[in-house]
Structure formats: structure tokens, C-alpha cells
């Protein structure tokens, strides 16, 4: 037994080294690539170790993308999109795990039946719908003669406010959680909102925390949104700022490379500060269906 428990942790510990070494790799040769020169970039055979570091890739990238000013705007989007799913989420996910009302079940299987619907299909609707937004950026009563929500933030945030993901991820969580504690506390007197938040938001910190990172992720990474809503210069994202190193049916892999790296760097950052709340958080959720 013992020696049959060797090889089998033996073969888990290659297999996970492989898939590591695979996962790996590409952030590797991306900051390879990146402090390289130009004329490594393609040299065949591969060169692993550059015969010189440079830095000039990372100074071309701020040169033609003003990174803060994208910075400053896809920071602002994920946090508010953090924050109101956050908020909504946990709403409504308790009030689908915790309380019972007529038609609860239908609408959350609705709800599961809208997240196998991808967020392509929804695009244009999105569109139409933010664009004849009536009183909203020169538009009349109608929704006719003006733009709308278009070309503005809240064209990102609104859509997503409360994603149906974070709806489904927070009720997982709370179905999870005794309710015996939501008894107690209706028995000595406090209302609903007082039980979500003073009792079960305290105890689903976990769960926040990886919605949070989730949510952050998505708004940090998204592109087709901002480029079909967004099409003021000073409100591009950072996504969009790195299309800025593909023109003429070429690309600058140098400064692409670097900038894609400086991208990463807040999602490490959250990841890094919060993986203890996230790892708790996956291991939770979904225990109870």
C-alpha cells in the first residue's frame, strides 16, 4: 500500500510540474520578449537567454500609449463593476439561498438559463437599448436624437452591474451557510436587512473576496465592450491601448509584449493580496446545492 501511494503522489507531482511548466511558459517567453532586441525577437534557433538586456521596449510602450490615462479608466471600470456586483450580487443572492417568496425557484432557474447565454449575443441589444435611452445624452422622450449612454462610463458599468454569475456565485455561498442564524436573529427582532448585514456579510468574506477578483478580472481584461461603447480617446481602456501596437498589418511584439506585462501587474497585485480569501472562498462555494 504504501509503495502504491509512492508512485501514485509520484505520477500526481509530474503531472502538476507539467501542466506548471506549460502555464508557465508563455508569461516566460512574453518577458523574455520583452527585454530583448528586436533582431532576437525571430532568431532561429530559439534563444531562451537574450545576448543583451534592454529596456527600450518598456519606454516605446509609455511613448505610445499613455498608459496612465488607460490605467486610471480600466482601474475605474472593474472597481465600480466590483463594486456593484458586490453589492447586488450579495443581495440577491441571499434573498434566493435565505428568504422565501412565490416564484423563487422559477426565477433563479432563469436566471441559470441566462448565464449559458453568451455575452456576444447580448452586445448589440446593449447597444440599441444604451443608445435610445430617452432624457440620456441628448435624447428626447423617445430615445431618438442624441447618443444616449453611449461613449460613456456608465455604458460599461450599467450592463454589468449585477452579473448573473455573481448572483448564482453569492447565493451558492449563503445556501451553504446555517440557517439557524437567520432564525435566532428573527426571533430577538432584527429585520432582514439587519440579519444580511450584520450576520451573513461578515461571514462571507470569502466569498466577496473571489467575486471581487473575478469581477476585477473581467472588467480589468474586457475589450469588446469598451470598443463598441467607448469611442472617446480619453476613455479607452487599457485593452483597447494595446491594439495601439498592431497597425498596418504589423505588429510591434517588443513593446506589445511589454505592455501586455505591465496589464498583468494589478491582477497579480489583488491576486497576491487576497489568494488566502479566494482559496476559501472556491472551497465553499457550491457544497450545498
Known amino acids: 500500500?504504501?509503495?502504491?501511494?509512492?508512485?501514485?503522489?509520484?505520477?500526481?507531482?509530474?503531472?502538476?510540474?507539467?501542466?506548471?511548466i506549460v502555464m508557465v511558459v508563455p508569461f516566460v517567453w512574453s518577458l523574455i520578449t520583452s527585454i530583448r532586441p528586436d533582431e532576437e525577437i525571430f532568431m532561429l534557433p530559439i534563444q531562451w537567454i537574450p545576448s543583451s538586456i534592454?529596456?527600450?521596449?518598456?519606454?516605446?510602450a509609455f511613448e505610445l500609449v499613455p498608459f496612465a490615462l488607460y490605467f486610471w479608466n480600466s482601474f475605474y471600470l472593474a472597481f465600480m463593476g466590483v463594486l456593484f456586483n458586490l453589492l447586488f450580487g450579495s443581495l440577491s443572492g441571499y434573498a434566493f439561498a435565505k428568504l422565501h417568496f412565490r416564484g423563487r425557484d422559477t426565477m433563479f432557474k432563469i436566471l441559470l438559463?441566462?448565464?449559458?447565454?453568451?455575452?456576444?449575443?447580448?452586445m448589440i441589444p446593449q447597444f440599441f437599448v444604451l443608445k435610445h435611452i430617452p432624457f440620456m445624452?441628448?435624447?428626447?422622450?423617445?430615445?431618438?436624437?442624441?447618443?444616449?449612454?453611449?461613449?460613456?462610463?456608465?455604458?460599461?458599468?450599467?450592463?454589468?452591474?449585477?452579473?448573473?454569475?455573481a448572483v448564482f456565485f453569492m447565493r451558492q455561498f449563503f445556501v451553504s451557510l446555517p440557517s439557524d442564524l437567520q432564525e435566532v436573529a428573527r426571533?430577538?427582532?432584527?429585520?432582514?436587512?439587519?440579519?444580511?448585514?450584520?450576520?451573513?456579510?461578515?461571514?462571507?468574506k470569502p466569498a466577496l473576496a473571489t467575486l471581487g477578483i473575478f469581477?476585477?478580472?473581467?472588467?480589468?481584461?474586457?475589450?469588446?465592450?469598451?470598443?463598441?461603447?467607448l469611442n472617446d480617446p480619453a476613455k479607452k481602456t487599457?485593452?483597447?491601448?494595446?491594439?495601439?501596437f498592431t497597425y498596418n498589418k504589423q505588429v510591434d511584439f517588443g513593446p506589445l509584449m511589454a505592455g501586455a506585462l505591465i496589464a498583468v501587474v494589478p491582477i497579480l497585485i489583488l491576486f497576491l493580496l487576497l489568494q488566502?480569501?479566494?482559496?476559501q472562498g472556491i472551497a465553499f462555494t457550491g457544497t450545498k446545492g
Not at 438559463?113 to 447580448?122: E, H, L, Q, R, S
Open 276 to 279: 488566502k480569501y479566494f482559496v
Open 137 to 165: 445624452g441628448g435624447n428626447d422622450w423617445l430615445g431618438g436624437g442624441g447618443n444616449g449612454l453611449l461613449n460613456s462610463f456608465w455604458a460599461i458599468i450599467l450592463p454589468g452591474a449585477s452579473g448573473s454569475f
Open 215 to 229: 469581477t476585477f478580472q473581467a472588467g480589468w481584461n474586457s475589450f469588446l465592450g469598451p470598443l463598441i461603447m
Open 187 to 204: 426571533i430577538e427582532g432584527s429585520g432582514e436587512l439587519r440579519i444580511f448585514w450584520n450576520i451573513y456579510i461578515p461571514l462571507a
Open 1 to 20: 500500500m504504501k509503495q502504491q501511494y509512492y508512485w501514485q503522489t509520484t505520477i500526481l507531482y509530474i503531472i502538476s510540474i507539467a501542466v506548471c
Open 238 to 244: 487599457i485593452q483597447l491601448g494595446l491594439a495601439a
Open 54 to 60: 534592454t529596456l527600450e521596449h518598456y519606454r516605446k
Open 113 to 122: 438559463a441566462a448565464m449559458m447565454i453568451p455575452g456576444v449575443v447580448t
